[in-house]
Structure formats: C-alpha cells, structure tokens
C-alpha cells in the first residue's frame, strides 16, 4: 500500500541520518576496518546483510574457533 512506501521511505531516511552520525564519530582508520568487515559479511556484494549471510558468517566463525 501506499502508506506502506511512505513509512518505509522515513524509515531509510532515519536509518541513513543515524548511520551518519556514527560515522562521522568514528576515526578513519576504524572506519575504514568496519568497512572491511562489512564487506567479508556482505557476501553477494548488495550493500546489504541478509539473514542468510548473517548465518552463514556466525557458523563459520563458530567452526574457526571449534577447530582454532
């Protein structure tokens, strides 16, 4: 529905002003590292984590450290 989009879109703006805000907190350096992390995350390249990849990086990471 219409109300759904228009909700939604105030959502993303909201979400953009906050994530800004804590960028423009952060060094460049430790930006630079979450970056980093993000992308290993990110494994479709979409800008996006999904609950899949979220998934599938908690299991590997619990694998790493079961056998590290």
Do not use: P, Y
């Not at 995350?41 to 590290?68: Q, T």
């Amino acid at each position: 529905s219409a109300h759904h989009l228009v909700s939604h879109r105030g959502k993303d703006t909201w979400h953009r002003a906050v994530m800004l805000e804590a960028a423009a907190q952060l060094s460049a350096r430790r930006l630079k590292g979450l970056r980093a992390e993000f992308a290993l995350l990110d494994l479709d390249h979409d800008g996006f984590i999904s609950k899949d990849e979220m998934i599938k990086s908690l299991v590997a990471a619990s694998r790493e450290r079961d056998e590290g």
